[in-house]
């Protein structure tokens, strides 16, 4: 009996580690969030000191998802590009958040992006577009997207497997990579892309391009999984919710940033006019094909 109980504590052990380290770093994440919040609040309180507004007030922090904040204002504001650059990067390193992410400035009206930057570690890769250019006063909101973290900094599902494989022997580990390994031969065995037309456009969604005559247009890979459910269902209305699933396996929400890549696919396809993705206030997007 002695000898089963000295075999079962280890195992017994190893499957609380998880738990007893997620304890331990919950308060660090709920510390964390709190210090996004007073940061962002701080973004909106120097942003409008900037427009020289000293009086109105920036209203309650929202969180749109897991990883995407929304700060909103009591009035409208003019802001310049430059200074909206400054004014987040240097309150983030004031509130030692890490410097990656993405920010949409949004109109109130309709919830297009009107202006956008993104910042990451790696300074080489920000990417700030049109500076000098103040933009007139309105309703905005400013979005930040910030990556995707977990408690521990890993995938939270990794870590549990990685336990699972250590309490079960290198078997199930072997059977798992013979699994995976199969799935990826059999994406690799897919037939040929084929190109699926779009008014005067052939798309290439494997590819990740657009050819109208002579001249090709690259896609990023969100663009062409965006175009691809757009292809899909030409001349009808594709809601918000549907479009963000292309985000599901990375287990990121953009929110209000779907608009963003909605913008850049619309400059994409501005060569034909009989193409045209159009906004249905408060339903989605449509792909519009005009008969010819």
């Not at 427009?51 to 209203?59: I, P």
């Not at 190109?195 to 657009?210: E, K, S, T």
């Not at 890549?261 to 519009?288: A, M, T, W």
Request: with cysteine; hydrophobic share 40%; net charge positive.
């Amino acid at each position: 009996m002695k000898l089963k109980i000295l075999f079962c504590a280890p195992i017994v052990l190893l499957l609380f580690i998880p738990w007893l380290i997620i304890g331990k770093h919950q308060n660090q994440a709920d510390y964390a969030e709190a210090a996004k919040q007073v940061t962002l609040r701080q973004i909106g309180h120097r942003l409008l000191l900037f427009s020289g507004d000293s009086t109105s007030r920036v209203l309650p922090i929202k969180q749109l998802s897991a990883n995407e904040y929304q700060v909103q204002f009591e009035n409208r504001f003019t802001f310049e590009p430059d200074s909206l650059v400054k004014v987040i990067n240097s309150s983030m390193r004031a509130g030692k958040i890490p410097l990656s992410y993405i920010v949409n400035v949004v109109g109130c009206a309709h919830n297009e992006v009107v202006y956008g930057f993104s910042m990451s570690q790696d300074q080489k890769t920000n990417i700030v577009p049109c500076r000098g250019r103040v933009q007139p006063k309105g309703c905005y909101y400013i979005n930040i997207l910030f990556p995707e973290t977990s408690l521990l900094g890993i995938n939270s599902t990794a870590a549990y497997t990685g336990v699972f494989l250590l309490l079960t022997g290198p078997g199930v580990s072997g059977f798992l990579l013979t699994k995976k390994t199969t799935a990826v031969q059999f994406k690799e065995e897919k037939n040929p892309d084929e190109p699926v037309n779009i008014g005067n456009y052939r798309f290439y969604y494997d590819r990740q391009l657009l050819i109208n005559q002579q001249q090709h247009t690259e896609l990023t890979i969100k663009e062409s999984k965006l175009l691809s459910l757009f292809a899909e269902a030409p001349n009808q209305v594709l809601g918000r919710k549907q479009l963000l699933k292309i985000w599901d396996d990375e287990g990121v929400i953009v929110g209000r940033s779907l608009d963003m890549f909605i913008s850049k696919l619309r400059k994409k396809l501005q060569q034909d006019p009989s193409v045209r993705l159009v906004n249905i206030h408060g339903k989605g997007y449509k792909l519009e094909i005009s008969q010819k």
